[in-house]
């Protein structure tokens, strides 16, 4: 009996043995470490933030990017530009201490919105990305961020920059000076436009132009003129001295889709833009212009309201009014560089108003040392090479 008994227990324990075999699964495959999301080279727009939990969209009309290199990150937190460096280790990132650019916006939100989202960014710890998505998330697996994919247009090879960039506008975004990343002074705007031969643009409060060449990657920029308008805001004068140094040190141009830098010979950025795609091209023909100012050393001369000085140009010629005497000369332009002849006019005197012959001989003798112009707001001026001496005009009579 006592055999039977031994012999029932270790078929029950046999059987238990087999019971408890066919329910443990195989062991699941650990995730391998040494797989990393392909980020290199790819830009994510943020989409929600996870604020204690909760999710929130981003602010309307700011826009938070986020762009990885190799071991670097950087992008826009909405109003300041953001850089620091990141690692992984299969799904775990660590990124270290960001650095931005100190610009304050205005726009109720954008501020404490910028600090959160750089907090969160600083508090991530796990990235989970696939080919349209971007989460980060705290160690605990809670949700930080969630971006979208940004598809870039790919970067211009060498040989094509100088077709390319002809007709562009572009929209300064960050200086590099010293070792020093900075953004443009809140409420400034720095633009530069790329003609045949020339450039042009608004150095944050005057007008300048210049000519360039493009061979390849290198970049040739020749002497800058300006106009000599003084601004009185802070810090724009010399934002704008910094701006026209760096320009003319330029000698490497790059363009990676919707962004230009300008680099030294060394390879180090100078200046980083962003294209403009919204504003039309300016014309000078076609369109009556009425001359408002002269400006010559500083000094600024209203023209007589009485009689009007025009200017017409139309491709060939430049032609209008005096004041009192019809005139006409040839020109030719290059993008935004102009060479106009010696007018010649009528030979009538007006006796009134007074001043207004030394106004009209004045004008005519200024016109051929007009060598550019700069189209703005309905609003034309000539400028002579040093900047020096300029004419006003509006559009219309």
Not at 58 to 65: K, M, Q, R, S
């Amino acid at each position: 009996m006592r055999r039977l008994c031994t012999i029932a227990a270790l078929l029950l324990v046999a059987s238990i043995a087999l019971v408890v075999a066919g329910c443990v699964s195989e062991p699941q495959p650990q995730p391998d470490n040494d797989i990393q999301p392909p980020l290199p080279g790819t830009t994510w727009q943020l989409s929600t933030f996870y604020d204690d939990g909760s999710p929130s969209a981003v602010l309307p009309g700011t826009v938070i990017t986020l762009r990885f290199d190799e071991e670097t990150l950087a992008g826009s937190a909405g109003c300041n530009q953001y850089f620091g460096s990141y690692s992984l280790t299969g799904f775990e990132i660590s990124i270290g201490a960001l650095g931005s650019t100190l610009m304050y916006c205005a726009e109720p939100g954008v501020m404490d919105q910028e600090t959160l989202y750089l907090s969160l960014l600083g508090d991530a710890d796990i990235i989970a990305v696939d080919e349209e998505k971007l989460t980060l998330s705290a160690a605990d697996g809670s949700p930080l961020l969630v971006f979208d994919r940004v598809r870039e247009i790919p970067a211009i090879p060498d040989e094509e920059i100088a077709d390319y960039v002809k007709g562009s506008e572009w929209r300064l975004t960050t200086f590099h000076y010293d070792d020093v990343v900075s953004s443009v002074i809140s409420g400034s705007e720095i633009t530069l436009i790329f003609h045949e031969e020339s450039i042009s643009g608004s150095a944050g409060c005057n007008r300048y132009m210049g000519s360039y060449s493009v061979d390849g990657a290198g970049i040739s920029i020749g002497a800058i003129g300006a106009t000599k308008m003084f601004c009185g805001e802070a810090g724009i004068m010399e934002q704008e001295g910094r701006y026209i140094s760096l320009l003319g040190e330029a000698e490497v141009i790059a363009v990676d889709g919707e962004t230009l830098t300008l680099s030294d010979a060394d390879g180090s950025p100078l200046l980083t833009f962003e294209r403009i795609t919204e504003l039309p091209e300016p014309s000078l023909t076609g369109v009556q212009w009425r001359l408002v100012s002269i400006t010559e050393k500083g000094y600024v001369s209203e023209a007589i309201p009485e009689r009007a000085v025009t200017a017409t140009f139309d491709g060939e010629r430049i032609s209008g009014s005096g004041g009192c005497n019809s005139y006409s000369a040839g020109y030719q332009m290059d993008g935004s560089m102009l060479v106009i002849d010696h007018p010649v006019s009528t030979l009538v005197y007006c006796e009134t108003p007074p001043g207004l012959m030394d106004q009209e001989s004045r004008f005519f003798s200024l016109l051929p040392e007009m060598t550019g112009y700069i189209i703005e707001n309905g609003s034309l001026t000539l400028s002579s090479a040093d900047g020096g001496i300029s004419l006003s005009f509006v559009s219309g009579i």
